[in-house]
């Protein structure tokens, strides 16, 4: 059973960079794709990135595209989320997420991450 724990939200001002962070409990030998979702209350869940680990290629929503790095650190079992020129639309709870198939619909993802809050204003 694969574990999840993001690290690393906070409030930040506009423009602003914060690094999520994820632990995973057990490596999965690459076979979970990996991502980064945030949802607002009212709002469907975004995957903003995903990756998978042995091959870490990471593809991005079109919101963040240029602002974002999605990155895992394979020795240490952790996935990273660099943000930067942050903009209050990026207020969101941010989730980690792992999944055998990075096509399925995201709420369909198997894994997740208690999620950690960010705030941009």
């Known amino acids: 059973h694969v574990q999840l724990v993001e690290s690393g939200g906070g409030s930040v001002q506009v423009g602003g960079s914060l690094t999520l962070s994820c632990a995973v409990s057990?490596?999965?030998?690459?076979?979970?794709?990996m991502a980064w979702v945030r949802q607002v209350p009212g709002k469907e869940r975004e995957k903003v990135g995903h990756?998978?680990?042995?091959?870490?290629?990471?593809s991005y929503s079109e919101t963040v595209m240029g602002r974002f790095t999605n990155d895992v650190d394979i020795s240490n079992y952790t996935m990273f989320l660099r943000m930067k020129g942050l903009n209050p639309g990026d207020t969101a709870t941010y989730y980690c997420?792992?999944?055998?198939?990075?096509?399925?619909?995201?709420?369909?993802?198997?894994?997740w991450g208690q999620g950690t809050q960010v705030t941009v204003s």
């Open positions: 997420a792992a999944d055998p198939y990075c096509s399925n619909p995201v709420n369909k993802w198997r894994y």
């Open positions: 990756v998978w680990p042995l091959n870490p290629r990471p």
């Open positions: 057990e490596y999965t030998d690459g076979a979970h794709c």
